[in-house]
């Protein structure tokens, strides 16, 4: 099949390779100038394990090409799928400009049938509203064309993109059109997952639920940890425990400094809008919020009370991106321990293998280092902020001979505390109890 994706992000791309994986030839469409030149010699904007490699494959063997404007591959599509930013406005709600802007243009541009795939998460009733931008722009051009929309929702994880993208634990497919059905049938041929056919709506809905479902065991679970902290408990046994009943199951129970990413702070706080616009309060999602807002701060309290002041100590943050294997720093834990340190007129020295340079934008005033042995030079106490595979296998005791106090505040419960122990470190997690 040939497939137009609009939007060069890192749902946009990672789809696009993985669709040419699949047999499909390509057209990805990015408004942005610079990064179309920067698509096209084979650079991604991003940091993503193994897309690049792919992307510069598909060019070279031109199943795969880069265009600014829609019009120029339109018409050469049996499938166009929207894969553009829905960022938070003010209130929570999503902004939904680009998803509008997208739609217009198919409107205007296309001159054959169409089946229209959303990719972006947007709210509940946005597909009936794409349809209805799409015919508006094909009722003014005075063309009476086929144009099915569907909903089709990623669940891709940064850092594990490409992976999901062709390894899905199930697709959803949300269409009252039995002709979109049959063609997303062949979209995906070759995947073997199941796949959940429903409307526009419940699609759209499944993804928000579940990105807010994750949010919450993830809070609930980091709430836990606070009070095994009282109850001479250990979290991570905890959920262990818990996690073993099928009907639990055991991912998504690391305790630690809060989640962050493009995804869930935005996703919660949308579907808590579109819960509020209904004149529904949906308790379980504001206290998903609250907890994660507190978190940071809540640890960063435990260290001040081990350090007595934070004033003139040299803390050191290890890691920066909101998860390990990617750089990205949007919402992410160390944004807001830099935040709060500042405040209490820390000195900080960070480093982090991938995210150093997007921080550096927005704190120039922060110590750079070399390496984790560097950034832990005469520091008071380290913090592990980001769970990156190095630093669990740093050599601690040399890290060790150049810090100023032997204190390892691991906000990720990613270290053995028994070995940090045993080190002569005095060390402490998320709701650890020996
Ligand atoms: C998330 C979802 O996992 C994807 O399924 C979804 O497609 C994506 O959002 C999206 O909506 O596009 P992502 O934001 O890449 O993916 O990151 P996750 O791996 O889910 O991690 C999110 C945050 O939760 C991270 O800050 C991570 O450190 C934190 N987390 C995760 C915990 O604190 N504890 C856990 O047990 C798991």
Redesign the pocket.
Known sequence: MKITVVGGGY?GITTSVALASSGHTVHIVEINKAKVNQLNKGKLPFYEDGVEEKLRWFLTSGQLSIHHQLEDCINESDAVFIAVGTPSLADGSADLTAVDAVAEQIGSYTERDLVVVTKS?VPVGSGEKINQLIRQKLSERGVDLMVDTVSNP????????LY?ALHPDRIVIGTSSDRARHIMKAVYHDLHCPVIYTTIENAEMI?YA??AF??M??SY??ELARLCERTNTNVQHVAEGIGLDKRIGS??????????????PK?VKALEAIARQQGLTMHLLEATMRINETQTEWFVNKLQAVLHNLGGKKIALLGLS??PD?DDIRE??SLKIIHLLTQRNASISVYDPQAMENVKNLHPQLYYASSSYDALKNADAALLV?EWEEFKHMDWEKAKMNMKQPIVMDG?NALSPSVMKKLGFYYDGVGLND
């Open positions: 749902v998460t990623e669940f891709l994880r940064e850092g594990k993109a999901d993804k579940s990105n994750l949010a065991k993830i679970v980091n991912l998504f129970l690391n305790a630690g400094i809060g989640y962050g990413g493009s995804c869930f996703d909101f998860k990617t992410a834990a980001t990720r």
